[in-house]
């Protein structure tokens, strides 16, 4: 499965696209499957309908775990350093992961979740949460992780979208010198979700909670009670494996469906040869289990390839900047990936936090979540890979699954915010507005996908019509990924940001229209309108007009309402980091709000605002541009 030159990327490519089928049915003959497949492929960007591995049957958590039980059972599958600096580092094994995983798969079938059930999970970074999602895909049950990031209300949204029947929560949460709770938003959500029958509490920080009777239990008393087996749920590739709500330009966050087969295939081959992970190498990404990073690079895609991983529960700056640097030299990280805004902040506090440190265990290095400015790259490049390390700048979404075009480490050559190349099976293209192909090299436009690979999104949840709607579309026959992306001279990809009304700040996804709404609930806020702008350290950062016509508290007063309301609606990471009180919006004549220009403003732009002659009222421009935060 491991591609080990660029001839033999070139070569692998080749056949991807020539012949898909038997290049992916080669590479599937890496797993345990149930019943092999009658066809590798069925599709139509159409309707969507795409079907990978038809009718083949598997299990992903025996090709995770089991598979690996005869050779590696006592190999480390994670290594898991506390919030706390200085506690000692605790092992996981394959035999300990296996053992874990089916005590909590039994709990859940206790609790009478059955295959198709879904199961929500709402927990820190704690092996916990691996072990949840694990157990989930054992017994055939669809999992559902909320971040915990988020709020009370998108708890609720989630677990109503999708009617899940039990919850996996912890009492509370470490969070750098924070002590988060996390039962008590569970409890203030369940208040309106009728679907949930029991949930199963892990008591991280100890802290006092409520438990309902009947409801509630406790995962120690649960799990111990359990036995070690149990017989792995036979799925169909195309069952649903799970479901991650995410963020679009409009409405609130769908819920994208991955299944069994082709996520299993694609996440394990990706995460080979884009890491080009070797055995006895000790592989680290920073992401939180709650975005689909955390699902494919930290769960699935390492533990399929039976790889060791460092799981991490605090923050990169607590209790100082150093945090990464020294973990990794304590436990002698070879391959780490991150963030590009986790990269800026450390660069911020200065290289005394990472000069103390041996990094010399670090082979490759890794990006993800947001374009790396270069500035960011150099420095990653020069302080942490000690110009010895590649950046493998790896480009993909939520709905992609896994990693579709990226650098394979030490085998393509790499180019600063460059995403380079596509992976074999991927197929990619640019088009203009109009849908036409932009052909040759030097040129930029819209990021599309032209055929499917096998962790495609199949559906968003309970809506089909929005898939269809939001990615297949906009240019008819293909996937639009949302992005603008640029292509040039040696055919290499930079993907330039969003061309829709998302922004990603940090990394995350964050729809201007939900961030809106969430305002819109504030009494004295008539309308807003939210868009992104450049942030040193966030790469985008959140902007919010409002408007708020008479009130009798102060600009400062509003904002605080404005804050606590967004908190409260979505969760603090779509807290607006500039919020300016204005008077009205620029409109157009049939009263579409100008973003373009309010993106310009919030830019810092004061002259150059671009055509205004379409606005209902020019003056209102001037206004803002006085106003300007
Ligand atoms: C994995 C993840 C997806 C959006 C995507 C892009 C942006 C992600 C890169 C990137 C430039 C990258 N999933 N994005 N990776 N932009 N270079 N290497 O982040 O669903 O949460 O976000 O993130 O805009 O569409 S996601």
Not at 213 to 236: A, L, N, V, Y
Not at 414 to 436: E, F, H, R
């Amino acid at each position: 499965m491991q591609i080990k030159t660029f001839e033999e990327y070139q070569q692998a490519y080749d056949l991807s696209v020539k012949q898909p089928e038997s290049f992916w049915a080669q590479i599937a003959e890496n797993f345990n499957w149930n019943k092999k497949w009658d066809k590798i492929l069925n599709w139509n960007f159409t309707d969507p309908n795409i079907n990978w591995f038809v009718n083949a049957k598997l299990n992903i958590t025996e090709n995770c775990i089991d598979r690996h039980l005869t050779d590696k059972a006592n190999n480390v599958a994670f290594y898991f350093e506390e919030n706390e600096d200085g506690k000692p580092t605790q092992t996981i094994t394959y035999q300990d992961l296996h053992d874990e995983v089916c005590k909590l798969a039994n709990v859940l079938k206790e609790f009478g979740v059955k295959k198709g059930d879904r199961v929500c999970i709402y927990l820190p970074m704690i092996p916990q949460a691996v072990f949840a999602l694990l157990a989930c895909a054992r017994i055939g049950a669809i999992h559902s992780v909320v971040f915990g990031g988020f709020s009370a209300q998108s708890i609720q949204d989630r677990i109503n979208d999708s009617c899940c029947k039990v919850v996996l929560t912890s009492d509370g949460a470490y969070r750098g010198s924070k002590q988060i709770p996390m039962k008590s938003t569970v409890d203030e959500a369940l208040q309106n979700c009728t679907s949930v029958e029991k949930v199963l509490v892990y008591k991280r920080t100890n802290e006092k909670i409520n438990l309902v009777q009947g409801r509630d239990f406790d995962w120690e008393t649960e799990t111990k009670k359990q036995s070690k087996f149990c017989t792995p749920e036979i799925m169909d590739s195309e069952d649903p494996l799970f479901i991650l709500y995410t963020s679009g330009s409009t409405g609130k966050p769908k819920g994208v469906v991955h299944t069994c087969g082709g996520y299993m295939v694609f996440t394990c081959y990706s995460f080979l040869n884009v890491f080009q992970y070797q055995p006895g190498q000790i592989y680290w990404c920073t992401a939180d289990v709650g975005w689909i990073t955390g699902h494919s690079y930290i769960t699935y895609g390492p533990l399929l390839a039976g790889a060791t991983s460092v799981l991490f529960e605090g923050l990169p700056n607590y209790p100082d900047a150093g945090r990464f640097w020294k973990i990794t030299d304590k436990l002698k990280v070879n391959i780490f990936y991150t963030a590009p805004t986790a990269i800026r902040s450390l660069e911020a506090a200065g290289l005394d936090f990472v000069k103390p440190y041996d990094l010399s265990s670090l082979k490759v290095l890794g990006s993800v979540g947001e374009p790396i400015n270069e500035e960011a790259w150099q420095w990653y490049h020069k302080h942490i890979g000690k110009e010895k390390c590649p950046i493998v700048d790896t480009w993909w979404q939520t709905e992609t699954g896994g990693i579709l075009i990226s650098p394979l480490a030490n085998i393509t050559k790499t180019k600063p915010s460059y995403a380079t190349l596509p992976l074999p099976g991927v197929q990619p293209l640019l088009v203009d507005d109009k849908g036409k192909e932009i052909t040759g090299n030097g040129v930029e436009g819209n990021l599309c996908i032209k055929f499917p690979w096998p962790s495609i999104i199949r559906t968003t949840y309970g809506d089909h019509e929005r898939c269809r709607q939001t990615y297949f579309a906009t240019y008819p026959g293909l996937y639009f990924t949302g992005d603008g992306c640029k292509r040039d001279e040696d055919g290499y990809y930079r993907i330039t940001g969003r061309v829709d009304d998302v922004i990603n700040v940090s990394g995350h996804r964050i729809g201007t229209a939900e961030v809106e709404s969430a305002i819109n609930q504030c009494h004295d806020v008539v309308e807003s309108a939210v868009v992104g702008y450049p942030h040193d350290i966030k790469g985008q950062g959140i902007y919010a007009y409002c408007i708020v016509p008479k009130s009798e508290k102060t600009h400062d007063e509003l904002r605080k309402e404005i804050l606590s309301i967004v908190s409260k609606i979505i969760g603090p990471i779509a807290k607006p980091d500039k919020i300016q009180i204005v008077n009205g919006l620029p409109k157009t004549r049939s009263g579409k709000i100008m973003r373009r220009i309010l993106r310009k403003v919030a830019e810092g732009e004061t002259t150059n605002l671009g055509d205004t002659s379409t606005l209902l009222d020019p003056a209102v421009v001037q206004e803002i541009v006085n106003g300007k935060l």
